[in-house]
C-alpha cells in the first residue's frame, strides 16, 4: 500500500502543475483592475501604475507565474491585494470551517442516503420504492441557494429553533457550533444524501442478484446478516466512488451555502476576492481546493482495499 501511495503522490505533481497553470492564468483574465478596487475610482493613472509595480503586475505573466509557483512551493501564497493579510494566514482560518461543513454533509448523506437507499432496492418497484425516489429526485433538482433559504424562513423566522446565519468555532461552544452548522449541511447533505440513495439503490440491485448471496441464505443466514454483511459490503464501492467524485461539487455546493448562511469559510473566501479582484487570495483558495480534492481522491482508492480484500493497489 505505501508504494501504492508514493506512485500517487509522483502522478499528483504533474497534474498540480497543470492546474497551477489553470488556475494562475484564469485569475488573471477576470476583468478589472486590482488597483482600481485598492485605490478608488479617484485614482491617478501614475498612482495605479506606481501600485502595478510596487505589487509586481506589471511584469510578464510567465515571470509573475514563476514567482508565485516558485513562493507556493514553500507554503508562501502571497499576500492579500486588499489587506495585505497573508494568504496562508486566511486559509488556516477558513479552512476549518469548509471542512467541518464538508465532513457535516457527506456524513449527513450517508446516514439518511444508504438506508434509504437498501430499503428501496428491497421494496423494488413497490409504493416504498417510488416514493423514496420520487423524494431523491426532487432533492437533486432544487438548487442549493433555494434549500437554504427555505430552511431559514422555516427553522429561524417561523419556528425560531435555529439561528439563520453566523459561526462559532467547534471548540469555543459545541452547541451554538452545532445549531449553526446544521442548516447548511442539510442544505449540501439533502442533494448528496439523494445522490447516495440513487447509487447504493442501483448496487444493492445488482449485489442481491449474485450466487453469493443466494449462497448465504441457503446456508441460514439470517437476512439482516446477508443484506448488512454480504450484500452492503459489496455496494458500498461505487457509492464510495461516487462520493469521492462528488467532493468537487461539494465544495462548489460550499461556495452558494456559505454566502447564504454568512459562513467565513473557503467558498466565501473565494467570493470575495473575485469580486475585489484579490488575486493572491483566489490563488491560493483555489489551489487548496484542488490539493484537497487530490487527496480526497486518492483516499477513496484506498477505501477499495479495506472494502474488498480482492483489490490489490
Known amino acids: 500500500m505505501s508504494s501504492f501511495i508514493v506512485r500517487r503522490l509522483v502522478q499528483l ?39 502595478r509595480s510596487e505589487l509586481g503586475l506589471d511584469q510578464p505573466v510567465v515571470v509573475q507565474f514563476a514567482k508565485w509557483l516558485g513562493r507556493a512551493a514553500t507554503g508562501d501564497l502571497g499576500r492579500s491585494l486588499k489587506t495585505r493579510e497573508p494568504v496562508a494566514q486566511m486559509l488556516a482560518a477558513r479552512v476549518p470551517v469548509t471542512f467541518e461543513l464538508t465532513l457535516l454533509a457527506v456524513a449527513l448523506s450517508l446516514v439518511i442516503g444508504v438506508p434509504l ?101 441457503a446456508k441460514g443466514a439470517g437476512e439482516r446478516r446477508v443484506i448488512v454483511r454480504h450484500a452492503l459490503r459489496n455496494a458500498m464501492m461505487p457509492v464510495v466512488t461516487v462520493i469521492g467524485l462528488q467532493m468537487g461539487a461539494l465544495i462548489g455546493g460550499a461556495v452558494v451555502t456559505e454566502t447564504v448562511f454568512s459562513l467565513p469559510g473557503l467558498g466565501r473566501m473565494i467570493v470575495d476576492g473575485i469580486f475585489e479582484r484579490d488575486f493572491p487570495v483566489v490563488q491560493g483558495a483555489i489551489l487548496v481546493v484542488v490539493i484537497g480534492v487530490l487527496v480526497i481522491n486518492i483516499l477513496t482508492d484506498l477505501s477499495y482495499a479495506m472494502l474488498d480484500k480482492r483489490v490489490q493497489l
Not at 23 to 51: I, K, N
Not at 190 to 202: D, I, N, S
Open 117 to 217: 437507499g437498501i430499503l428501496a432496492a428491497l421494496k423494488r418497484n413497490s409504493w416504498i420504492d417510488t416514493a423514496v425516489s420520487a423524494v431523491a429526485m426532487s432533492s437533486m433538482a432544487i438548487p442549493y441557494f433555494w434549500v437554504g433559504i427555505l430552511l431559514i424562513m422555516f427553522f429561524s423566522i417561523r419556528l425560531g429553533w435555529l439561528p439563520p446565519s453566523g459561526y462559532v468555532p467547534f471548540h469555543v461552544d459545541p452547541l451554538a457550533n452545532l445549531k449553526l452548522m446544521l442548516m447548511p449541511a442539510i442544505t449540501i447533505g439533502t442533494a448528496q444524501a439523494a445522490l447516495v440513495m440513487r447509487q447504493t439503490r442501483a448496487a444493492m440491485l445488482g449485489v442481491l442478484l449474485q450466487d453469493f448471496i443466494r449462497t448465504a441464505r
Open 13 to 51: 505533481v504533474p497534474v498540480l502543475l497543470v492546474m497551477c497553470i489553470v488556475v494562475f492564468s484564469t485569475t488573471l483574465m477576470l476583468p478589472g483592475d486590482p488597483t482600481a478596487s485598492m485605490l478608488g475610482e479617484h485614482a491617478t493613472a501614475e498612482e495605479r501604475a506606481d501600485l
